[in-house]
């Protein structure tokens, strides 16, 4: 079992990726255009300080969501889900499976590229019942903050349903 905390918010890292001249196009450049687009359709320059996102860890998906503006309705300007079966095994072994949470890994790891690239100033990873519920939750906690940098926060299942 995980102990849960308060849900607190992460700064992303300051460094920059420095364009290497390649053209093919990396995970973080792709995110960029996303970005740079969705502000050139509705007329606003890009103002790193004014993005943040969202990671949930749920026990199907691993998903980012960015936000472009601090006001009460913000727009939703990049929006990623990547399935990783987190909680396939947890019913059965008490564990989430090694295979999932490579996945998983791999999946904030990406987005750990991406977020930087894009500067995102805030973001807040959540994680849910499987992480929760997992013998190995504390392990995986820990091995995304060692892999990634992101502080995860655990959240109690009052909590998930009030944010669902």
Do not use: W
């Not at 079992?1 to 001249?21: C, I, R």
């Not at 255009?33 to 749920?58: K, P, R, T």
């Not at 396939?88 to 791999?106: I, N, P, Q």
């Amino acid at each position: 079992m995980v102990q849960v905390e308060p849900l607190t918010a992460l700064k992303s890292s300051e460094e920059n990726f420095a364009d290497d001249g390649d053209e093919a196009a990396s995970p973080g450049q792709k995110g960029m255009q996303i970005l740079e687009s969705a502000g050139a359709s509705n007329g606003q320059s890009h103002q790193a300080s004014s993005y943040f996102g969202v990671i949930d860890i749920g026990s199907n998906s691993v998903r980012l969501v960015v936000y472009s503006g601090l006001s009460r309705v913000a727009d939703s300007i990049f929006n990623e889900k990547i399935l990783c079966g987190l909680g396939s095994e947890v019913g059965t072994t008490g564990r989430m499976g090694d295979e999932a949470v490579a996945h998983a890994l791999s999946s904030l790891k990406r987005f750990r590229t991406l977020t930087d690239h894009m500067e995102v100033s805030k973001i807040d990873v959540v994680a849910t019942a499987a992480t929760r519920d997992a013998e190995n939750g504390a392990d995986f906690v820990a091995q995304v903050l060692s892999e990634t940098g992101f502080k995860v926060n655990v959240i109690a299942g009052v909590e998930e349903a009030r944010l669902s």
